[in-house]
């Protein structure tokens, strides 16, 4: 056995420096948030919360890959308990944040997570931005009539839905239908070519997609619809899923056939952006539509100047929505609270846990339901699914009889980016600008 | 296929190459002299593309002296794990495996601390130059011209070092014979934390220059960089060193290029572990991985 | 005395077999389904990467082959899942047997990173679907691996009938008995295995070649049977996996777990069986107690295997071993004193 004496005095050492170091860089970088700790504390000094504590799960990968995505889950959830606690909290309870950390979303360690949150830490509610591919986390959730709330993964749940029409009564999820990703843009910019509102050089499209199901669904459907409307599909590219930083070959098929649109559903925001930026070292003329990364904060603010011009769109409006009263609000206060627009899961996560909050009102009102109670918890649901009603960032959000965002109240957009800013430009009820043609034509 | 497109081949390949190069010759120089692969490569690149992030915005220093500091700081990184850490190992004459794993664990302190210390949020560092430049029609970043210029500098300098002075002389001894090394004179330990040392300012310059293009999270570099690097290193074979290691790097940058140009790109990485496995089976550069006996 | 030395083992087991009437969570029971599976694995890997010293990268490959196929054989094909799963496990033992043939020719070397490469374009395949499903399923649109969803994401992998009992995750306590008895039965298989005439000579390839080889030992073939039946192993436990789990997700064979694994096996003690069991609880539980923490669970669980390969290189085997050799004859003759005084 070799006890290096030496080593072990450095191993102490360091580990001490390293974390006097990291606190001092911590508290020197941490944005300093709008003080709602002094709420939270009088709140509870006030003996406002006459039942006690009630606990909620907030889930997400908080280490790995996606470190950033759970970090936007726990900050809306964080948010949404301190306002609601210095509100009196839910019927009498104060709110406790649990914080659980997913990882990679392997199955194993997923429902694990979740039998803990049930049973150990007696949870009476989980909140998530979004949960692993396959949605297993409902079925754990449905066997205890656990109240499970995610905002991603449409296709998904409408497949666990219809293979078990009756098992996922608690299971919510705060989106819309994804059906506008497939067809809304094709059958808008076909409509604006036809109105002469833009130019294009042909009626070819390249896509380019990546290797999963949500990438993958949304590539096809708007490889279907440009075909109904008829355009042909000239490069039809699958990447692996995963970081991808040289886009020189795919770029170099566009080049040597320019098509009208061209189209990236890899939605990695770092895969987007260095796909844009490779393009516009030598750019085509053609129009550029990219999923998913143009809506997150940091494509814009990373990429400056260089995306404007770019197409994106929602199935529903969204916080950035001029004429979205209810959004645009929930956008300053979060600039305000964190300095800075926060990621969009951000505002998932602190909707969920508000929606809850006016569930349980709701039941606890007209049917005494008790939120502490499991047994209440389907009597929750229910009042989910009949009572609640919220104005939040997609708009008027009402939950349908699958439990996703009713679609009769989304009304999907498109958005351009126009050097750092969003503008919508349709529908025309909420549209402030025109499609323009690109900065990058020659 | 035309004239651009060759210059689009050419121009992919050294660029590709060059960034390959980069993330390799630091690993392949610790596995020539120490015999380990330092799995805590990648972490190395993330501390450095965070720490010029750092210097950048939180202590508003300029550009050229975030990255001027950003050399001696990975130095220090790298010679202190392995002179204090990894030295007990080396000593012990530890199996690779042990090496490898106490290596990561020290990466994935790095890294871990790193996401406390920064937090999640995706973070980019500004680019040196904007713009690029046409060459035969196919285009080329500024930034990838850079990259180009840098890895080829920082590999002339090392052949340099290696071949001509008096402490590379004394890496190739250690590399070759290492009783006979002692007895020559030479201080061991200290060449060994040089060289980590060294590979780790590659490392922390490749992590700079990678945090200009990609969105950062604070494991980049153990989730893609160390893995890619990894899988290179073998393919230019154990024995062969840095030249084998260079070679291998424009090798796989050729053949990714050229092979997405005409194939799906999502075939290609199965591809290169179909030739690491050829190139294994029909010519091993077998030197046997096990401390105890060689 | 040979008894003695299957105490703590003994000891353990009679712990675990009265946990569940005692604990009735069904978290710590999944928990313990997931440390006996894991410990199933390690042990396997520690059959070659300890005993034999061969590091075999690619251990975790065959952990997802036996989870896949015998996944697809009882959700595609309807085979009876303790059917699938044993011709899971025998799809590894013949695939590690054909690996390690044709790759320890070239050497050691070549067959660590064959093997790594090996997992990672399986990795690939499995993520990028295989295919699609065969039969109705595959008009449906399911695809043969489930692609990054997984296998079972819409139809979960049936469970484990065994007569009138389901070991599936949906009854905890069948799958906790069911898991530990068949570690168990497996611990004591690798233990005769280690012990057998034909393992004591294939382990002492690894120190005296020459010797062996002259006393008619062919080194390949003994080797590549020792793997394969550590394979075989690994693709058991992947089997149980899928079938308990109902969903098998590319990750399983991921960075994350190789190196968690890895760690069990370093943590436990290279070279021996009880080490892995014994790792797999304790870092498991650690890891499961921590989890609040987050980034701190990684930097602390880090230290401690620094902590282990600095200081402690024989891992928890090691310091039981060190701990009866030093104490254990003075605890008898205290005892002893005691009794007699």
Known sequence: ?442 | MGLEDLAAIIISTLVSGSIYTLMVVGLALIFQTIQYFNFAHGSFYTFGAYFVWYLLYILKLDYFTSVLILIPASFILGFVMQRFLIQQLVDREASPLVLILATFCVGSIVESTLLLIFGGRLKRLPYPIEGSIEFMGATMSYHKLLILIISTSLLVFFAYILNKTKMGTAMRAMAQEKEASYLAGINVKRMYATVVGLSAVLAGIGGWLFGCMIFMTPDFGSSTILWEGFIVCTLGGAKAGMKGSIFASYLVAFLETVLTRFLPMYNVPPLIFMMVILMLLIRPEGILVKGGSQ | MKFSKFVIPFIAVGIFLIIPLILSSPFILQLFVLIFLYALVCESWDLSMGYLGLFNFGHLAFLGIGAYFSGILSLYYGLPSWIAIVVGSLITFALGFVLSLSTLRAGEYAFSIISFAFQNMFLYWVRSGGGPAPGEWGKKGLTLTGGTQGLGALIPVPSLQLGPITISSEFKVPAYYFTLIILVIATYAMYKLTNSRFGIATIALRDSKEYAIALGVNPLTYTAVFISISTFFAGLAGGLYAHIMGVVSPEIIGWSNVIIMCCIVEFGGLGTLFGPAAASFLLVSLTQYLAGLAAYKNIVIALIMLFTLLVWPTGMAGAAFWFKSKYLEKIKKAIFNWKHS
Request: hydrophobic share 40%; charged share 20%; proline share 6%.
């Open chain 1, 1 to 442: 056995m070799a006890l290096g004496k030496k080593t072990l005095a450095i191993f102490v050492i360091s580990i001490i420096t390293a974390s006097l170091l990291s606190g001092v860089i911590g508290y020197h970088i941490a944005p300093r948030g709008a003080g709602t700790e002094e709420a939270y504390q009088k709140g509870f000094a006030d003996g406002r919360y006459p039942n006690g504590t009630l606990k909620v799960a907030v889930l997400g990968p908080m280490t790995g890959v996606l470190a950033s995505e759970g970090e936007a889950f726990r900050m809306g959830a964080e948010w949404a308990v301190e306002e609601i606690n210095a509100l009196g909290g839910i019927c009498g309870y104060k709110l406790e944040l649990v914080v659980g950390d997913t990882e990679d979303f392997e199955p194993a360690k997923v429902t694990t997570l979740i039998e803990k949150m049930i049973n150990e830490e007696k949870v009476a509610a989980i909140f998530c931005g979004y949960g692993s591919q396959s949605l297993v986390e409902y079925d754990v959730c449905a066997k205890y009539n656990m109240l499970y709330f995610i905002g991603a993964d449409w296709m998904a749940h409408q497949d666990k839905w219809a293979q078990y029409p009756e098992k996922y009564k608690t299971c919510f999820n705060l989106v819309p239908s994804y059906m506008p990703y497939r067809y809304h843009f094709p059958e808008t910019f076909d409509r604006w070519v036809r109105e002469g509102k833009l130019q294009i050089i042909n009626k070819k499209v390249a896509i380019v997609y990546s290797d999963n199901y949500y990438s993958s669904w949304i590539a096809e459907g708007l490889k279907e619809n440009f075909i109904r409307l008829g355009y042909n599909i000239t490069l039809w590219e699958m990447v692996p899923f995963g970081t991808v930083t040289e886009w020189g070959s795919i770029l170099a098929k566009i080049r040597a056939d320019p098509p009208a649109v061209i189209i990236n559903t890899d939605y990695i925001p770092s895969n987007e952006a260095s796909f844009v930026e490779q393009f516009l070292e030598a750019p085509t003329n053609s129009h550029m539509f990219i999923q998913y990364g143009p809506s997150t904060p940091e494509f814009v603010q990373l990429l400056g100047n260089k995306c404007t011009g770019i197409y994106y769109n929602n199935p529903s409006i969204e916080i950035h929505t001029p004429g979205n009263k209810p959004g645009n609000e929930l956008l300053q206060r979060a600039i305000k609270r964190f300095g800075s627009e926060p990621p969009s899961y951000t505002f998932t996560t602190y909707q969920e846990v508000w929606i809850y909050k006016q569930a349980c009102e709701i039941a606890h009102e007209y049917y005494g339901a008790d939120p502490k109670k499991p047994e209440d918890r389907l009597i929750i649901a229910q009042t989910l699914r009949e009572k609640t009603a919220w104005w939040g960032s997609v708009g008027l959000m009402v939950f349908d009889e699958t439990n996703c965002l009713s679609a009769e109240y989304a009304v999907p957009t498109i958005y351009q980016l126009w050097e750092g800013q969003r503008f919508c430009v349709e529908p025309a009820g909420f549209a402030n600008a025109d499609p323009r043609m690109p900065p990058w034509w020659h």
